[in-house]
T-cell receptor, first 114, second 115 residues
Framework: KAGVTQTPRYLIKTRGQQVTLSCSPI?????VSWYQQTPGQGLQFLFE???????NKGNFPGRFSGRQFSNSRSEMNVSTLELGDSALYLC?????????????FGPGTRLLVL | GDSVTQMEGPVTLSEEAFLTINCTYT??????LFWYVQYPGEGLQLLLK?????DKGSNKGFEATYRKETTSFHLEKGSVQVSDSAVYFC??????????????FGSGTQLTVLP
């Protein structure tokens, strides 16, 4: 079974621009979560989607948004980019209702904001 | 709130040495516990997990036991290899009101194994 895929793998943007990142979960997984990883703050939860609905949200400003499509693929968007948004953005999928809901991670999208 | 405290790194060991990475947690509910590993330039890979007290998770020679009395989930390996060099993250996840909350991670421990 194919793992979680994320596109693009690398991005360079400038301050003020916006960016959209994409995540395709493992087949059959309906929950997708997004995390931001930075050297200073570590791994922080952004949001979780299940069946096209945001189920949970972390403590990030409204510039960070996401959505999920009917095929469970998810996108996250960051508007008005700031230097501090430079990070590795990780997507994880899980299959609710199948025990402990282990989350499986993709390789991440590395975003650099100049 | 929920939190995970990991042993500060970096940790440097010689090949075949014994490894322990300490992890303790505080949680408002009854968590499932995980260890993830991140190799350079990659995402997180699930290493092992445990869902209830006294469960032992194991994989690739790594082990961790869920200790509710000490709220700990220490990672151990009897003989490390150079290929084990990576960052290790301890994490917890709680099922609440029928749905799981997000993973809460520790700060990560960088392990370097020298030949």
């Amino acid at each position: 079974k194919a793992g979680v895929t994320q596109t693009p793998r690398y991005l360079i943007k400038t301050r003020g621009q916006q960016v959209t990142l994409s995540c395709s979960p493992i087949s059959g997984h309906r929950s997708v979560s997004w995390y931001q990883q930075t050297p200073g703050q570590g791994l922080q939860f952004l949001f979780e989607y299940f069946s096209e609905t945001q189920r949970n949200k972390g403590n990030f400003p409204g510039r960070f948004s996401g959505r999920q499509f009917s095929n469970s693929r998810s996108e996250m968007n960051v508007s008005t980019l700031e230097l501090g948004d430079s990070a590795l953005y990780l997507c994880a999928s899980s299959a609710p209702g199948q025990g402990i809901e282990t989350q499986y991670f993709g390789p991440g999208t590395r975003l650099l904001v100049l | 709130g929920d939190s995970v405290t990991q042993m500060e790194g970096p940790v440097t060991l010689s090949e075949e040495a014994f490894l322990t990475i300490n992890c303790t947690y505080t949680a408002t509910g009854y968590p499932s516990l995980f260890w993830y590993v991140q190799y350079p330039g990659e995402g997180l890979q699930l290493l092992l997990k445990a869902t209830k007290a006294d469960d032992k998770g194991s994989n690739k020679g790594f082990e961790a036991t869920y200790r509710k009395e000490t709220t700990s989930f220490h990672l151990e390996k009897g003989s490390v290899q150079v290929s084990d060099s990576a960052v290790y993250f301890c994490a917890l996840r709680i099922i609440s009101s029928g749905s799981a909350r997000q993973l809460t991670f520790g700060s990560g421990t960088q392990l370097t194994v020298l030949p």
